[in-house]
């Protein structure tokens, strides 16, 4: 759905948008909501228990019927399925005379519905209605619902065939019924509903992403038969474009809002800073992300002095919120932070390899909300232990500490791999976020030289504001692949996705598998 919205967003900027949804996530459009503002999201309940998939389209054509009476009478609405793109303007192509525009190609399966454009009228909504009526009674003839799909795909494109019938479908035409006459209109699937694999320069205005893309765009399959790279390339390319630009944009959307949202309820300047901690224009991220989002356990990996450990307990000092933060050994230090950090009934103390304690954790918090802070380990162990987190469909969202972008020449591998391989990300050193954020460490840096400071470590320069916190908001995508990794080897995907970066890597870096 987000490609939809923002292929619309380019395309038709004022145009009203109605997204009717039923099982979208609520967390997922929590995020959606905050960058799509101007749609309108409608939750849709089924009233029956359906037992064939077809039967969810009767139940498509009566919400077109009920919803259209929101609109004005002779106003166009485009009625679309989510998985399509819409490239260009239609505007120049909907300016004839019409009560409803199909869309038929030169196929065995002549008609797609995916795509469909009314001139809203009660005459309109009443074929509607008698369209359902006449999908309806093929879906509950067995007989006749097999060879419905065998003739044209689905009931919904076989009943609208049988409607049309008396037309040259190429053409359109009028048509009356006992409700009134209505004039039809055939638009060429490749300008309206390209549902083929095609270049983008063919012209095409709305491209259909149907059920054969899935496996390509969202679980890393291989090109098909009928989805060669050769012409599909182009059409994948700028599904990801759309992709990308959509997520970064919500991921940041979603920050902004919920630092301005809660920002207030963070009291810095009671901190007492502590070496090697996240600083605490990072460390709003993390309380503002995980309050917006009603998180009710936080796993910290990486402890070290108890600085961010600190700051999570005392924030959610009195809810219900529980904070387990894991620390690999107990030394010296470990022992001191143990020290300040009693008397904190929501925090607990934990020792051990993170990889092993937290999945344990999630064995005995499955119901919780979840955040994960991996603060420690670093750079391919904190990539790994990410997503060994994000196949829980319990964890929310995942912080990951220390990713700088790289400054002139050096590199900035753990950033650039966490940024190509989850979907929507978002880091604290975003030029917005630290215009509004960076007063927050001004009791941080050292006033002695520019040992480290803003842009600054070690004496030396680096590319970001900060240590800097990468904020993953997980799609599906993102646990589609965390699933499957956890069953593969990372290092094979990398090299396969990222080839000319993992040579890169091979150059300064060390794998172990």
């Not at 391919?380 to 400054?407: C, I, Q, R, W």
Request: include cysteine; aromatic fraction near 12%.
């Amino acid at each position: 759905m987000t490609v939809f919205l923002e292929s619309l967003k380019r395309s038709h900027p004022a145009d009203q948008i109605f997204v009717l949804h039923e099982d979208i996530l609520e967390d997922d459009l929590a995020v959606i909501k905050k960058y799509y503002r101007e749609v309108k999201f409608i939750p849709v309940k089924r009233s029956l228990n359906y037992t064939k998939p077809q039967e969810l389209i009767p139940a498509k054509l009566t919400f077109y019927a009920q919803y259209l009476k929101k609109f004005e009478e002779n106003e166009i609405v485009c009625i679309i399925d989510v998985d399509t793109l819409v490239y260009k303007n239609i505007s120049e192509l909907i300016k004839k005379d019409f009560d409803l525009i199909y869309t038929w190609k030169n196929e065995r399966i002549y008609l797609n519905t995916g795509v469909l454009i009314v001139r809203n009228s009660e005459r309109v909504r009443k074929f509607f209605e008698y369209w359902n009526n006449k999908t309806r009674d093929i879906i509950d003839n067995d007989q006749r619902l097999a060879e419905a799909i065998e003739r044209m795909g689905a009931a919904d494109q076989q009943s609208l065939a049988d409607l049309l019938s008396d037309l040259d479908y190429l053409k359109g035409g009028k048509i009356r019924y006992e409700f009134g006459e209505l004039k039809f209109l055939g638009y060429d699937c490749k300008w309206l509903n390209q549902t083929n694999s095609v270049p983008v320069s063919s012209g095409s205005y709305i491209f259909h992403y149907k059920a054969g893309w899935k496996s390509i765009l969202l679980e890393e399959g291989e090109y098909t038969s009928k989805r060669p790279k050769s012409t599909s390339i182009q059409m994948k390319e700028l599904w990801e474009d759309l992709f990308n630009d959509a997520n970064e944009n919500m991921a940041k959307r979603f920050v902004l809002d919920a630092c301005e949202q809660h920002g207030q309820s963070f009291k810095y300047e009671d901190l007492d800073y502590r070496e090697k901690g996240i600083i605490n224009s990072e460390m709003l991220a993390v309380l503002a992300v995980t309050k917006q989002m009603n998180i009710e356990l936080i796993i910290e990996s990486g402890r070290y002095s108890g600085q961010s450990t600190k700051v999570l307990a005392e924030f959610y000092k009195g809810t219900d919120v529980r904070i387990i933060s894991i620390e690999h050994n107990r030394g010296e230090i470990a022992k001191q932070a143990e020290k300040d950090l009693a008397g904190y009934k929501n925090l607990e103390l934990l020792y051990g390899d993170s990889n092993v304690v937290v999945p344990r954790l999630f064995k005995t918090n499955q119901a919780r909300r979840t955040a994960v802070l991996i603060d420690g380990p670093k750079g391919e162990a904190a990539l790994k232990l990410m997503l060994s987190t994000l196949s829980h469909p319990n964890v929310l969202v995942g912080f990951v500490h220390d990713l700088p972008k790289p400054y002139r020449r050096t590199t900035g591998i753990w950033r650039d791999l966490v940024s190509n391989y989850f979907d929507r990300v978002f880091f604290t050193d975003d030029f917005e976020y630290v215009d509004q954020y960076s007063f927050l460490d001004k009791n941080i840096w050292a006033e002695d030289g520019l040992e480290w400071g803003p842009y600054h470590k070690n004496y030396a320069k680096t590319g970001s504001y900060g240590p800097t916190l990468g904020i993953i908001l997980p799609t599906s995508r993102d646990r589609f692949r965390a699933g499957f990794f956890n069953r593969s080897r990372l290092v094979i995907y990398l090299n396969t996705r990222f080839p000319r970066l993992m040579k890169k890597m091979s150059q300064g870096f060390n794998f172990h598998y």
